[in-house]
């Protein structure tokens, strides 16, 4: 019989029942869903709501079958519709009645709520993590790297040469933000549901303190109604997350694009490429291609639950049950894409020998040029125009500004004196940018170590 079946004289249409049931994705609640129980048997034994022995029988089925369920050797049922009522089946078959008492001062919808917030603090714990190790791989290459300079673009265009080392570090201060914001998950998920009941609480004595010492959290949902209801912690790791992905696919467009052989900047080590069925000579990076596709499945997901929740009355309805499969996708999307990203950062290699060249025939050193002329009194919107023609008669001969002969930066102004072409020099152009987050070397490693402090006060903390 169905748990709830008394009120019922028909047995729920087969189709109904394969509609409604949460067990295939949701038996990977299992272990929390038995811990939340471990704490709610304590407490109905302490506060008296049951007999001592009878918590304490509780107690000991559940941790048993916790501790098959970690080995695997737990199979559940459809016909038992979700995880909480599987385990209360088990709990009977080895405990006998007494496992009926386990549900007392509870529902499935404050029950549910609280396996999530569980559930949820350990993957965003999980993902802060991801994010962390990713920070470190990125501040490795970064120092590994100081002082290789390559093109930066804007528009996909030369712009101004930049070390790699500032590039990486971007990525790392976009990562200090997602990590930012999952501790904001964890924190907003520190709140415990469990003693709302269906939506207005329970007339027995429970200790909803008690429950939530047991569990870790530190604080309670105050409102019945808002407690079965919320979904907003689930709201906050799917816009993070989608934030997240959205930063490794930014990073994922690069490196396929540092990979080929138009730029050829970047190789990628074999266990994170793949090849071609018919063109033997090809390294594909499928890896950082999948991640920036699977980009569009995470910010999915968010838009189907704050679709689901936008116009739900007070307080549980069914359509909550839709909660969990895009969570629990996005869980498995985010937490390998940050370990392969990791791996990916620390094995990859730079090409400094391609990138020895990638200024040959590049203009990214003009606004340095406009600037000597500043610098010599010339108004910036004339420097600007005199440096635009010399642009334009550097590609007509096919040089570069490095390249034309003094004379010709005399034609166009005579402030030009020999020293330009130390100030347009590779090096020097990069390197006098020692504004605090500028590209200069000094300021690049003074970037760095506060990179490394960041990381590191993240572990004095923990």
């Known amino acids: 019989m169905k748990l709830w079946g008394g009120r019922f004289t028909e047995e729920t249409d087969k ?20 811990e939340g129980s471990i704490a709610h ?16 029988a509780l107690v000991a089925g559940l941790t048993a079958l916790l501790a098959d369920v970690r080995r695997g050797e737990v199979s559940f049922r459809v016909e038992d ?10 709990l009977h078959e080895r405990i006998g009645p007494v496992a009926g008492k386990l549900h007392t001062a509870r529902s499935r919808n404050d029950q549910v709520a609280l396996d999530m917030h569980l559930y949820l603090r350990r993957a965003a714990s999980e993902t802060l993590s991801g994010i962390r190790s990713l920070q470190e791989a990125l501040v490795e290459q970064a120092d590994k790297h100081l002082g290789v300079i390559i093109p930066g673009y804007t528009h996909l265009q030369r712009a101004q040469p930049v070390l790699l080392s500032h590039h990486l570090l971007a990525y790392f201060w976009m990562l200090e933000r997602d990590a930012e914001r999952m501790r904001d998950v964890v924190k907003r998920t520190d709140r415990m549901p469990l003693g709302a009941g ?20 530190t604080r309670l949902y105050e409102n019945s109604l808002d407690a079965v209801s919320d979904r907003d912690y689930l709201l906050d790791y799917l816009s993070a997350a989608s934030i997240l ?26 266990a994170y490429c793949t090849g071609s069925s018919m063109m033997p000579q090809k390294k594909n990076p499928d890896v950082p291609e999948l991640v920036r596709g699977k980009t569009g499945r995470v910010y999915g997901h968010l838009l189907g639950l704050l679709t689901v929740m936008k116009g739900l009355p007070l307080a549980y309805n069914k359509d909550l049950q839709e909660d969990k499969e895009g969570v629990f996708d996005t869980i498995d999307t985010v937490l390998p894409a940050l370990t392969l990203f990791t791996g990916m ?13 990638a200024f040959d025939r590049d203009f990214s050193n003009a606004t340095d ?19 635009g023609k010399l642009v334009l008669h550097a590609v007509r001969s096919g040089t570069n500004l490095a390249g034309l002969p003094l004379e010709v930066y005399r034609e166009a102004c005579d402030a030009f004196e020999p020293d330009i072409y130390d100030a347009i020099a590779l090096h020097r152009v990069v390197n006098a940018r020692n504004v605090r987050g500028g590209t200069g070397l000094e300021a690049v490693t003074r970037q760095l170590a506060l990179a490394r402090e960041t990381l590191a006060a993240v572990v004095s903390q923990a």
């Open 15 to 34: 189709l109904v029942e394969q509609y409604t049931s949460s067990i295939a994705f949701d038996q990977r609640l299992a272990e929390v869903d038995i």
């Open 41 to 56: 048997a304590k407490m109905l034994g302490a506060t008296g709501i049951i007999a001592k022995e009878e918590a304490d």
């Open 81 to 90: 519709e979700d995880i909480h009522m599987n385990v209360e089946r088990l």
């Open 198 to 217: 269906a939506l207005a609480g329970t007339t027995l004595p429970i200790d909803r303190e008690f429950v939530m010492r047991e569990l870790g959290f």
């Open 245 to 270: 992905m959205m930063h490794l696919s930014r990073f994922s467009e690069e490196m396929i694009l540092w990979m080929s052989e138009e730029f050829g900047w970047l190789e990628l080590a074999d």
């Open 345 to 357: 950062v620390r094995t990859m290699k730079i090409r400094e020998n391609r990138l020895a060249t």
């Open 369 to 387: 040029v406009a600037d000597y002329l500043v610098q010599k009194g010339v108004p910036f919107r004339q420097a600007h125009e005199i440096v």
